[in-house]
């Protein structure tokens, strides 16, 4: 039966999806566009986000439902019941914790308990760490998101080589020198969303376009990758785009450094900025509305990492990197590095997901 004609909210849409797959085991995108009235791209965008919660199983031009909770179970891989794995993240804010709860919970599945560390961006305090967790005893493998650059960094490397545990780096990359590959790992497509998100600008009509990006965030190289090939893939010539860095939101120098970003714009006519992360992106936008520009009528704004950007006023359009698909991925192979040994290493890159919302727009007309 064909709904009344109204915007449905997210979480309308989502129940939607799901009562058509409890009622028909499966769920076609083009029925759903016709059911409830909104494009294709929608629908096929709420698919992937239930997919990636584990609620239904994505297959050509619909859905189906995910597999039952047993029949998941007997198609894991055997692992040793009660040890443990040794998880290194960064930091316990903003980003990381729904990484750590989605790897708890993976891990829990196989039977595995998970002994968590958390260190500062710096490599020279995760070795410490990293020596605890592999003189603890029971601890079969290890899913780490360690500093790849920097001070210390090169001493990471050959704790690594030498530790001689399953190891699948989370959202990391570092090349073994001795065999000239890369480390098993985990990772979003940071380069990829980028990409998306200079395409959703451009469709939009924006050719001055911004970047700003994090000092400290190893994320920051593969974001501007993927920025600078968007523009190249769209003809931006460099007077037309600006990089930006910004030191970290406790430094001194943060508020200065958002001023510059606003002045920037200011200079330049710039119409439009992608900014890494969320709290950056609110300073940039709230700096901007006290100069006197209106976002997104004058100024379009997304953020990179869609942890709080949805609350803000306006609510931020962002790309999400697929933090709990990461999570669950980073443990199968794990898992499958300890059962397994010999298996051919892998290195796994997951789309992210750009959520459209309040503040990106058509490109003001010039003159």
Request: aromatic share 4%.
């Amino acid at each position: 039966m064909t709904l009344p004609p109204r915007l449905l909210l997210p979480a309308e849409r989502h129940a939607h999806l799901l009562a058509c797959i409890d009622a028909l085991g499966i769920v076609r995108v083009a029925d759903v566009v016709e059911e409830i009235g909104v494009t294709s791209v929608t629908v096929r965008r709420d698919i992937i986000q239930l997919a990636a919660e584990g609620k239904l199983t994505r297959v050509h031009g619909g859905a189906i439902a995910a597999p039952r909770q047993a029949e998941l179970e007997s198609s894991l891989p055997e692992a040793t019941n009660g040890a443990s794995i040794g998880l290194l993240v960064p930091s316990l804010a903003f980003y990381w914790p729904d990484v750590v709860h989605s790897i708890e919970a993976d891990a829990k599945r196989y039977g595995l308990k998970v002994a968590l560390r958390a260190s500062s961006y710096n490599a020279a305090d995760e070795r410490p760490l990293l020596n605890g967790l592999a003189r603890s005893g029971g601890i079969e493998g290890l899913l780490l998101a360690p500093r790849t650059d920097g001070p210390g960094s090169s001493a990471m490397v050959k704790w690594l080589i030498e530790a001689d545990l399953p190891t699948v780096l989370v959202e990391r990359e570092i090349r073994n020198p001795i065999t000239n590959d890369m480390f098993e790992a985990v990772l979003s497509d940071h380069a990829l969303g980028t990409l998306m998100a200079v395409y959703h600008l451009a469709s939009l009509g924006h050719r001055r376009v911004g970047l700003v990006v994090s000092q400290e965030s190893p994320t920051s190289r593969r974001i501007a990758a993927g920025w600078r090939a968007g523009c190249k893939e769209l003809g931006l010539a460099n007077y037309e785009h600006f990089e930006q860095l910004a030191p970290h939101r406790t430094n001194p120098q943060f508020p200065q450094a958002i001023e510059e970003v606003v002045e920037t714009v200011l200079k330049t006519g710039t119409t439009a900025l992608l900014i890494h992360s969320d709290p950056e992106a609110f300073a940039v936008v709230q700096h901007a509305q006290d100069r006197g520009l209106s976002v997104p009528g004058q100024l379009s704004v997304i953020a990179y990492d869609d942890v709080l950007a949805g609350v803000g006023s306006p609510a931020l359009t962002a790309i999400r990197p697929p933090r709990e698909a990461v999570a669950a991925a980073a443990v199968r192979q794990l898992v499958r590095r300890i059962t397994d040994p010999d298996s051919p290493a892998q290195r796994t890159l997951i789309s992210p997901l750009l959520n459209p919302r309040e503040s990106t727009g058509p490109a003001p007309s010039e003159g």
